[in-house]
């Protein structure tokens, strides 16, 4: 199956303070969701971005289809974005997502 | 809109018993999917359903775990019996129609801890 590689696998920040993850992929993908998994364990959707560009106040991520990577940035962290951020891809005619590992960010005040 | 609405939230049980976990998903999603999450594994998708009828059960991991759904607005994953190498957070999604390849909405989870 397509494999899915996040980096870092855990990262610490300081309220305020900007970072990028990193996801790779294997294969060619048309679905390529963001997600964030709160301290509670709720998978809350941040982004569907198969390709290009998206913002969505202080998060904002970019795919790179043909180079098989996205990222996902966050600026001016804050506490509550702490969690385990969570890239999943699905391949053409094929309908699983798959996972990667996670990053856990941890934003200290 | 309530979104993708599972029961129950918690379920601590003894080995050996039997556990149906349910699901519904948000109104006029035709994909429902069952993903399971652990530490060793991660989330792994376990069966998926178009308009009610399963399409790829091969991430089941067992004949102990089943699952159905009878009707647009319902469906539940069972495991009978149980073991504690079960012990998860399982997670049901769903997407709309037509097409799959759209962003999936998960439920809270049920998290299992069988003893």
């Known amino acids: 199956g397509i494999q899915v590689e996040q980096s870092p696998p855990d990262l610490i920040l300081q309220e305020g303070a900007n970072s990028t993850l990193r996801c790779n992929f294997s294969d060619s993908v048309n679905n390529l969701q963001w997600f964030h998994q709160n301290p509670w364990g709720q998978l809350i959707n941040l982004f569907y971005i198969p390709s290009g560009t998206k913002q969505n106040g202080r998060l904002s991520a970019t795919t790179v289809a043909t180079e098989r990577y996205s990222l996902l940035y966050i600026s001016s962290s804050q506490t509550t974005d702490s969690g385990v951020y969570f890239c999943?891809?699905?391949?053409?005619?094929?309908?699983?997502?798959?996972f990667g590992a996670g990053t856990t960010v941890t934003v200290r005040a | 809109d309530a979104g993708v609405i599972q029961s129950p939230r918690h379920e601590v049980t003894e080995m050996g018993q039997e556990v149906t976990l349910r699901c519904k998903p948000i109104?006029?999603?035709?994909?429902l999917f069952w993903y399971r999450q652990t530490m060793m594994r991660g989330l792994e998708l376990l069966i998926y359903f178009n308009n009610n009828v399963p399409i790829d059960d091969s991430g089941m991991p067992e004949d102990r775990f089943s699952a159905k759904m009878p009707n647009a607005s319902f469906s539940t994953l069972k495991i009978q019996p149980s073991e504690p190498r079960d012990s998860a957070v399982y997670f049901c999604?769903?997407?709309?129609?037509?097409?799959?390849?759209?962003?999936?909405?998960f439920g809270p989870g049920t998290r299992l801890l069988v003893l």
């Open positions: 109104s006029g999603h035709d994909y």
């Open positions: 999604a769903s997407s709309p129609s037509p097409d799959a390849r759209e962003t999936q909405y």
């Open positions: 999943a891809v699905l391949r053409s005619n094929d309908y699983k997502l798959s």
